[in-house]
């Protein structure tokens, strides 16, 4: 059986976040179309902004990262 455990949020974990949010977004009908260039920067202003919403309205709340098989 596969383990299963949480482990907070960091800022070094930037990348990996927004990495999982392009691949969300990516084949969006509309922006799959873009130029490379123009898709990454829209994306990365994106996920700022998410990024930035959710720590200024959520100050108590907890973010997550879900591991599997590894440990915290």
């Given at each position: 059986m596969k383990e299963i455990s949480f482990r907070r949020?960091?800022?070094s974990d930037l990348d990996f976040l927004y990495a999982v949010y392009r691949s969300t977004r990516i084949n969006e009908p509309g922006i799959s179309t873009w130029e490379e260039s123009e898709l990454e920067t829209f994306l990365q202003h994106q996920f700022n902004l998410q990024?930035?919403?959710y720590m200024a309205n959520y100050p108590e709340g907890?973010?997550?990262i879900i591991l599997v098989d590894e440990d915290s």
């Open positions: 949020t960091t800022e990024h930035k919403q907890e973010f997550s």
